[in-house]
């Protein structure tokens, strides 16, 4: 799945600099409150479209292939 755009309900502008801050400093064991806080991410909906969005682009590449006409 790709990271989200915008918040799926309210429609705030969550991807990009925000989802790459979370996601970093969530990998470095950072409270989530304390990170949505700094963030300005206020709404429950920002919060769980950012908190359950997932990455799957590495774990899919392997899986790929590149189809050419013939």
Do not use: H, W
């Amino acid at each position: 799945m790709l990271p989200p755009v915008r918040c799926f309900t309210c429609g705030k502008p969550i991807g990009g600099r925000i989802y790459r801050e979370f996601r970093e400093r969530l990998a470095k064991g950072e409270d989530p409150q304390k990170i949505f806080e700094d963030l300005g991410i206020e709404r429950y909906c920002c919060r769980m479209a950012l908190f359950t969005s997932e990455n799957y682009f590495e774990e899919i590449i392997p899986y790929t292939t590149v189809r050419t006409r013939q």
